[in-house]
């Protein structure tokens, strides 16, 4: 277990680049952050030379991968981090320095535990991407396919290891806290950001993902994923179909090519929503870059370590606000609200409704170049401070990749409403799947599975209270506590005083150091 003077040391080694890129101003200035927080950041900026303006990227940039996932996360958080810290982190890069490929070969033959050459007849040394976590080669199998080959940095799963156990400590103490702090709810932050990032640190989890979504995906014409060459992948290597296509972000391009911007925007936006609304699996990582056009229009999906899941309750739950907001219902918006407890039940509903009006009706009728999202975010947030509404993490995910889809949809498509591409759809969905016919046939299911699982709950009941006869049930046994734990509740032996008498010792002199410094 990590020594609580090893994460103080971390943070404050983290603190001071951020303190030296002036990351640090937003946090002390902020009314909502919490005293010692704030007598931190001071210790961490003593004797740094701040720049006039915040560059929240290069310090997440200079501190490390771990550093370059968290703030890539953080910047779907405004209400966290605030709004300029959160538009500065959307230009924050995951790239670094390539691994030199003599390491990158010996990766991929110790993982395979045979020979390059029974793999690929040929890898490109030079590689075509390399980020926070891996890197990627194009390749030729030796059965001739070209493919795209995903490699593991050495040692990037201890590193990030490491640096999770300090975020999940910080995040556990700023949440003790209180107030705004527990709030907005950090150590559940991180637990999600662990999960996302130990599903990224396993590539065969990875290849399951885009399996999973090419089948999800197997019925939306002009959408698609590339396939897996499972005899190749494993949880260090990835080999993926190689994409020949432009990259969506490239305009001019796509122009050149003869490409309707208008349908690619619209194509786009619907696949989000089947990914998210219809199966509740989606590829959370839709940025510019995971993106191309392949000569006959399609859209072709790429990286996939990160994905989102919402269960059947949420989709009913988030199609209906989304409707609600098409149509300009915010009463219902606001029940669903209620109901999915989202806000506390002390609140008005006709107040929240009413809320939810002066945010929504702004963006109505409007292409999305005419919106402002800083003043939408703005408002939504002020709205879940005075009706005292917790983060939903599970719902990060989604609120980040509806920003990069707006975002590409918009860059296709400058007079694209989101709005009226969106409500068709949700529109038929919530028909197909909350109307009358959609209660009876849950039912019926629900019914169906009650009843045909009577029989395993009698055995169950026989096996709890079986009948009089046979050898009689032994007596109770007496609940001995064993020595050693004894001695651990009364933190008897050496070990556990002396670690207590440092670990008072730490604290005073912190105490004082603190108090010298407020």
């Known amino acids: ?123 490109d040394p030079e590689p075509v991407g390399a980020a926070s976590i891996a890197q990627v080669h194009k390749g030729v199998t030796t059965d001739g396919t070209t493919v795209a080959i995903k490699v593991l940095r050495p040692g990037i799963r201890e590193r990030f290891a490491r640096d999770i156990t300090t975020y999940e400590w910080a995040a556990a103490h700023l949440e003790a806290l209180g107030g705004e702090a527990a709030r907005l709810r950090p150590a559940l932050t991180i637990a999600n950001f662990k999960r996302w990032t130990n599903r990224e640190l396993d590539l065969r989890r990875e290849a399951a993902s885009a399996s999973e979504l090419a089948e999800v995906m197997a019925g939306h014409p002009g959408y698609a994923i590339p396939a897996i060459d499972w005899d190749r992948t494993n949880g260090r290597v990835m080999t993926i179909e190689w994409i020949d296509g432009v990259k969506i972000s490239d305009v001019e391009a796509l122009e050149a090519a003869g490409h309707d911007r208008k349908e690619l925007a619209r194509r786009l936006v619907l696949a989000f929503l089947t990914q998210a609304i219809s199966a509740g699996f989606f590829h959370a990582d839709m940025h510019q870059g995971n993106l191309f056009v392949r000569a006959d229009g399609t859209i072709v999906a790429i990286d996939f370590g990160i994905m989102g899941r919402i269960d059947r309750q949420a989709r009913q739950w988030l199609a209906e606000i989304l409707y609600g907001l098409t149509t300009g219902n915010y009463r219902r918006v606001a029940e669903i609200h209620f109901e999915a407890r989202y806000v506390p039940s002390h609140h008005s509903v006709d107040e929240f409704a009413t809320a939810l009006r002066a945010v929504g009706e702004p963006m109505r009728g409007k292409p999305v170049s005419e919106l402002s999202v800083g003043q939408m ?142």
Do not use: C
């Open 1 to 123: 277990m990590t020594r609580p003077s090893t994460h103080i040391w971390r943070l404050l080694k983290w603190g001071r680049t951020l303190a030296k890129h002036g990351a640090l101003r937003g946090i002390e200035a902020d009314p909502n952050t919490p005293s010692p927080v704030k007598r931190l950041a001071r210790i961490a900026r003593f004797g740094t030379f701040q720049p006039r303006e915040p560059d929240y990227a290069a310090a997440f940039q200079d501190i490390g991968p771990a550093a370059i996932k968290l703030g890539q996360s953080l910047a779907t958080r405004p209400d966290l981090v605030g709004d300029a810290a959160a538009h500065n982190l959307l230009s924050l890069q995951d790239s670094l320095p390539p691994v030199p490929f003599a390491a990158i070969e010996r990766e991929v033959a110790a993982t395979f535990e045979q020979p390059l050459d029974t793999l690929f007849s040929h890898i």
């Open 377 to 518: 975010l703005d408002g939504l947030f002020a709205i879940t401070r005075d009706f005292d509404m917790q983060t939903q993490p599970h719902l990060l995910l989604l609120q980040k990749t509806m920003v990069m889809v707006e975002g590409i949809a918009t860059q296709l498509d400058p007079e694209i409403n989101m709005w009226d591409v969106s409500a068709p759809y949700v529109r038929s969905w919530i028909r197909d799947e909350l109307g009358p016919e959609a209660a009876i046939a849950d039912r019926i299911r629900e019914d169906t599975q009650t009843l045909l699982g009577i029989p395993d709950l009698v055995r169950r009941i026989e096996e709890r209270f079986p009948p009089k006869g046979g050898a009689p049930e032994p007596a109770p046994l007496p609940d001995v506590e064993l020595v050693w734990e004894r001695r651990k509740r009364e933190g008897r032996g050496w070990l556990g005083y002396t670690a207590a008498a440092l670990g008072g010792g730490a604290l005073v002199w912190a105490g004082s150091m603190l108090g010298w410094l407020g």
